[in-house]
């Protein structure tokens, strides 16, 4: 599975910005797609993520409400909605693909596939 993200940027606080994660190669249909992050300095942590084959999704409590993740089957494509972005959002954004049956969907080590990072800057 290759992952490609894009759509990061610099924008003001109060924004919003769409990210998006396109996958190639070996796909599963019963598998986890997540969105990461990784300020400066800080460990990765979970923003958010879907099981693709029922489309149920999970948020951080730090982004419930103002981020949205959601798949399009046919693009085998992740997205990631971020509005009322704050400075705090601040980081590199990873998409990750966990396709082992066992695992959480929120820890960084039980995702296998990574895509490169995009970075979102929120500025004050």
């Known amino acids: 599975v290759q992952l490609q993200a894009s759509g990061g940027g610099l924008l003001q606080a109060g924004g919003s910005l769409r990210l998006s994660c396109a996958a190639s190669g070996r796909t599963f249909s019963n598998y986890y797609m997540g969105w990461f992050r990784q300020a400066p300095g800080k460990e990765r942590e979970f923003v958010a993520a879907?099981?693709?084959?029922?489309?149920?999704?999970y948020y951080a409590d730090s982004v419930e409400g103002r981020f949205t993740i959601s798949r399009d089957n046919a693009k085998n494509t992740v997205y990631l909605q971020m509005n009322s972005l704050k400075p705090e959002d601040t980081a590199v954004y990873y998409c990750?693909?966990?396709?082992?049956?066992?695992?959480?969907?929120?820890?960084?080590?039980?995702?296998?596939?990574w895509g490169q990072g995009t970075l979102v800057t929120v500025s004050s």
């Open positions: 879907i099981r693709w084959s029922a489309g149920t999704t």
């Open positions: 990750a693909a966990r396709t082992s049956l066992w695992g959480t969907f929120y820890a960084p080590p039980d995702y296998n596939y």
